[in-house]
T-cell receptor, first 110, second 116 residues
Framework: LAKTTQPISMDSYEGQEVNITCSHNNIATNDYITWYQQFPSQGPRFIIQGYKTKVTNEVASLFIPADRKSSTLSLPRVSLSDTAVYYCLVVSGGYQKVTFGTGTKLQVIP | DAGVIQSPRHEVTEMGQEVTLRCKPISGHDYLFWYRQTMMRGLELLIYFNNNVPIDDSGMPEDRFSAKMPNASFSTLKIQPSEPRDSAVYFC??????????????FGPGTRLTVL
């Protein structure tokens, strides 16, 4: 089971691009990288998932280098409402016993 | 769609009492998950079901915890007897399919349990 490491916290000003990096050195061939967002007093919300290179949706982009040992979640032009905890997970099809860990607490400053 | 529905949203009970948490998954989803979140341990998977059948309950902390899914639209997580260390936020989530390339799990709002 691939372990992930991400910064405990980050601060950013409104309007800036935020990049949160996650390390997963022992990622397996069948593993996908998945990011969730959690606001206070709410359940986590799926943001984005990818296997390699780059994935983009209406919320974020996910950059995965060729060796797949790390990934970067990119949030364009953050606003105060993006203040949340962001979790990086490595999951494989059919295997669900994943602990979210402590995530990265992003604080957006006006 | 109303999303995943959990009840109650808050529960305060005394040590030794039985606690029952309830979850209604998103209609049509075939997987249901129960998670527990604490400051110390983060968000942990307790158990998950597929088509109402428990698949992996290895995350259930001890015999005081039990979960059932009598039908596709309802699940319960029961703690008997409850202890102060069970105080946490309990989330229920559901998904359609189990492959990694899905839109991910949909989480409910959680039940904040406080055991005095």
């Amino acid at each position: 089971l691939a372990k992930t490491t991400q910064p405990i916290s980050m601060d950013s000003y409104e309007g800036q691009e935020v990049n949160i990096t996650c390390s997963h050195n022992n990622i397996a061939t069948n593993d996908y990288i998945t990011w969730y967002q959690q606001f206070p007093s709410q359940g986590p919300r799926f943001i984005i998932q990818g296997y390699k290179t780059k994935v983009t949706n209406e919320v974020a982009s996910l950059f995965i280098p060729a060796d797949r040992k790390s990934s970067t979640l990119s949030l364009p032009r953050v606003s105060l409402s993006d203040t949340a905890v962001y979790y990086c997970l490595v999951v494989s099809g059919g295997y669900q016993k994943v602990t979210f860990g402590t995530g990265t607490k992003l604080q957006v400053i006006p | 769609d109303a999303g995943v529905i959990q009840s109650p949203r808050h529960e305060v009970t005394e040590m030794g009492q039985e606690v029952t948490l309830r979850c209604k998954p998103i209609s049509g989803h075939d997987y249901l998950f129960w998670y527990r979140q604490t400051m110390m341990r983060g968000l942990e998977l307790l158990i998950y079901f597929n088509n109402n059948v428990p698949i992996d309950d290895s995350g259930m902390p001890e015999d005081r915890f039990s979960a059932k899914m009598p039908n596709a639209s309802f699940s319960t997580l029961k703690i008997q007897p409850s202890e102060p260390r069970d105080s946490a936020v309990y989330f229920c989530a559901s998904s359609l399919g189990l492959g990694p390339v899905v839109t991910g799990k949909f989480f409910g709002p959680g039940t904040r349990l406080t055991v005095l």
